[in-house]
């Protein structure tokens, strides 16, 4: 089975085609040293953050192995015909199985037992009349039974260290052991862990034996580029409503501000899901004022990604020191994520004119109730200049509810400049 994942896995190299369809900002780092362990035929434990695709990198093994794979029907661990356990006749009928079917995988927790993983008496067998040393009488866990396959614990630092230790036969020997009874059953299995670098020192740990066992140890990390940062949220998030990319720009910029504050816990991670979350939230917000006030078209504001900091921000662990500080650092950080998204595009347009207009008695309200139509009928005549029509042609807006996304971004960057002042309260902003 090792073999045939290498066969694939430099089969997909040779002909250009990518074998991790999905992932994103690993290709130059834990992506080479995946595909030199898989080579190798090493078992393999991944470590890193939360939320950092340890799982979805998992998961995507399956598609290495061969799309249909021929076993020995009718036994409880899946047999290769022409490597059977036990000898078999040249009129055995064979069975085919999907891949998806070859992968198993299972969520450590306190409470798992030798049995679930490795197998144990089932004592159901033995009250049908089975003897205690007959071999039938066994229950095989999921280790044996993803003979053939991949097996894939997820946080293997959760397992009590006297499970870990049922493991070591499995993991060297390729064999299974279960209580008294002798069996030798030449295990075919590629075992494939996660594990969260905090719990690897601290909640729990991989015990030293086990450790040794897997071939390649991988650290994994947050993407280091901000487009595959983008990329991740576009291609995870499911949106309800339009969201710019500007605003997902934001919500990257914010997502890595946050990795790289002190007052952050870093040791927890911010999780992809983080920024993910936030995409989903800024959409429903939009839908949700489509739906109460009738709008034609729903497109997410800075004002929905201002409201959905106060839902995300549950997922993020201060440093010990920030006690009631916790909201301050939230927003100033996506003060500071979204005036780095916007500077590249404002510094190209003269604001002149809506400066001007912002004299002080003339104001400007938006707000997650307040709709891009009444927005936009809000705003002051700036009689033949056509700087609203820059800023919309600037953040590619070409209709109403895009228009008043771009116009209140251009309000915020003159806010965060110092050009103009900003109100915000009870779900009301007001610039002049």
Same mark, same amino acid.
């Given at each position: 089975?090792? +073999?045939?994942?290498r066969d ?6 040779? /002909? ?11 290709? $130059?780092?834990? @992506? ?14 991944l470590?890193?953050?939360?939320g ?30 022409? =490597? ?21 995988? *299972? ?31 066994i229950? $095989? ?34 064999? +299974? ?16 862990? #996660?594990?969260?670098?905090?719990d ?10 086990? *450790? ?15 487009d ?12 309800? =409503?339009?969201?710019?990319? @500007? ?8 997502t ?7 007052s +952050? ?12 979350a ?5 959409? =429903? ?21 201002? =409201?959905?900091?106060? +839902?995300?921000?549950? *997922?993020?662990?201060f440093? #010990? ?15 500071t ?6 500077? /590249? ?9 809506l @400066? ?9 309200s938006?707000?997650t ?30 209709t109403?509810?895009?228009?008043a ?6 309000l915020?960057?003159?806010?965060? /400049?110092r *050009?103009i ?11 002049g």
């Open positions: 089975m090792r +073999v045939e994942i694939n896995l430099l089969a997909k190299l040779r /002909s250009g085609e990518d074998p991790w369809p999905g992932l994103h900002g690993l290709n $130059y780092t834990v @992506i080479p040293q995946l595909e030199r362990a898989l080579i190798a035929g090493h078992d393999i434990v470590l890193g953050e939360r950092q695709g340890k799982t979805r990198l998992l998961r995507t093994l399956i598609t290495l192995l061969d799309e249909w794979s021929p076993i020995i029907p009718g036994r409880d661990v899946p047999e290769h015909p022409l =490597a059977p356990n036990v000898e078999i006749s040249d009129d055995q009928p064979i069975e085919w199985v999907h891949r998806d079917a070859r992968y198993t995988e *299972k969520l450590a927790t306190p409470d798992t037992s030798v049995a679930d993983l490795i197998g144990d008496v089932d004592p159901m067998r033995v009250a049908e009349g089975r003897s205690l040393g007959d071999l039938e009488t229950h $095989y866990g999921l280790i044996p039974r993803a003979n053939r396959g991949i097996v894939a614990i997820n946080e293997l630092p959760d397992l009590a260290e006297r499970i870990q230790v049922a493991m070591l036969n499995v993991m060297e020997e390729r064999d +299974v052991q279960i209580r008294g009874y002798n069996i030798r059953l030449d295990l075919d299995v590629l075992v494939v862990a #996660s594990a969260n670098p905090e690897y020192t601290n909640r729990g740990r991989i015990i030293t034996p086990l *450790k040794d066992r897997f071939g390649a140890e991988i650290r994994t990390h947050y993407p280091l580029e901000l595959d940062e983008v990329a991740i949220i576009r291609q995870e998030a499911e949106l309800v =409503a339009q969201v710019p990319d @500007i605003l997902v720009e934001i919500l990257a910029r914010y890595r501000a946050l990795r790289e504050s002190s +952050v816990n870093q040791r927890s991670g911010v999780s992809a899901r983080f920024s993910i936030g995409a989903e939230t800024v959409a =429903a917000a939009a839908l949700r004022r489509a739906a109460v006030f009738g709008e034609d078209e729903a497109v997410a504001r800075l004002v929905d990604l201002e =409201a959905a900091v106060e +839902v995300l921000g549950g *997922k993020i662990e440093e #010990s020191g920030e006690e009631g500080r916790e909201w301050e650092i939230l927003d100033y950080l996506l003060r994520a979204t005036a780095e998204a916007l500077r /590249s595009t404002l510094r190209s347009l003269d604001l002149t004119p @400066i001007a207009a912002l004299d002080g008695s003339i104001t400007v938006t707000g109730n307040i709709t891009a139509s009444e927005f936009l009928a809000s705003l002051p005549e700036l009689g033949e200049s056509t700087l609203y029509d820059d800023i919309a042609q600037a953040f590619g807006a070409t109403p509810s895009t228009r996304m771009a116009i209140e971004l251009a915020e960057g003159l806010y965060l /400049s *050009k002042a900003k109100d915000s309260g009870e779900g009301e902003t007001i610039y």
